[in-house]
């Protein structure tokens, strides 16, 4: 389910951005082609239990395709608050494209530019293009709010307070998987349940191996251990992308240039 949420993405980009240079076009429905749809549908069937980063996304993404701009807004802002880069992403781009709010090219940056921090390639791209679009004091206003905005939504904090749910989560860990109520998590094999082995067939696809609600490995330690569930989530997005003709950027100018760190708790850094 990777290449699904990395094709979600760069379509929505992709015709946001496309959108939005077209001046005075009313942009198309968004998220109604086939994949998009099939992503869509795989982010119903997936269990974001114990894990608001994908609670956010996957919500705010469902009301984002059926145009509820203002109820995608709020599911995101709870993705983005749990260190969820698609959220943060999403909402730039709602800030850029003026869906459910007027268009905000500022906002759209240093939304943008957070999401970008982890150096994903589609991120990255998307963050340039926007700039580049930026006056000189469009650009100086974009600083100053990412310098706000980041305390809250950068990684050094929001990665913190997801590992903190994730743990506590795990916690609640009974060490038996009595009384889940599904006949295919009681019956997980000891490599099922360690994360080792392939989840039951239940019948659907999901987002990045998360368990269907009623079956599927909830338990895999992968996805409620902070530093490997992050690396599973940057796996998500390393590689190449091309999101059309860009115009070129002086990097320098760019704000936020420190490198997200590797770890999750918190630094002294931003």
């Known amino acids: 389910m990777t290449a699904f949420r990395q094709q979600l993405i760069c379509a929505a980009a992709c015709s946001l951005l496309v959108a939005t240079a077209a001046a005075g076009d009313k942009p198309s429905a968004p998220l109604q082609d086939h994949v998009s749809q ?33 109820a995608a807004m709020k599911y995101f802002l709870i993705g983005a608050r749990y260190a969820d880069k698609l959220s943060q992403l999403s909402i730039g781009l709602m800030y850029l494209n003026g869906q459910g709010m007027k268009k905000d090219p500022v906002a759209a940056f240093a939304w943008i ?20 679009q930026l006056d000189a004091t469009q650009r100086e206003q ?15 904090t929001a990665k913190r ?11 609640q860990f009974t060490g ?26 239940c019948g659907g696809k999901t987002i ?23 690396q599973a989530r940057d796996r998500e997005w390393k590689g190449t992308v091309s999101v ?23 630094t002294s850094g931003h």
């Open 176 to 201: 038996s998987l009595l009384g889940f109520g599904s006949d295919s998590v009681t019956s997980l094999t000891p490599e099922q349940f360690t994360g080792k082995g392939a989840m039951p067939a």
């Open 38 to 70: 099939e992503v869509l549908m795989a982010m119903s069937r997936s269990s974001t239990w114990g894990h608001p980063d994908e609670y956010g996304e996957f919500t705010g993404m469902q009301r984002y395709a059926d145009g509820d701009f203002k």
């Open 113 to 132: 530019a957070i999401a970008a921090e982890r150096k994903y390639p589609q991120f990255l791209a998307t963050r340039d293009a926007v700039w580049a």
């Open 161 to 171: 307070r997801m590992s903190l749910v994730l743990r506590w989560n795990r916690s």
């Open 142 to 156: 974009a600083k100053a709010l990412l310098e706000k905005l980041y305390p809250e939504y950068g990684d050094p």
């Open 208 to 230: 990045g191996a998360a368990a269907i609600t009623g079956c599927g490995n909830l338990y895999a330690s992968w996805r409620w251990d902070p530093k490997e569930y992050f």
């Open 244 to 266: 059309g003709k860009m115009e070129h950027v002086d990097a320098a100018g760019l704000p936020l240039k420190t490198p997200a760190p590797k770890d999750p708790q918190p």
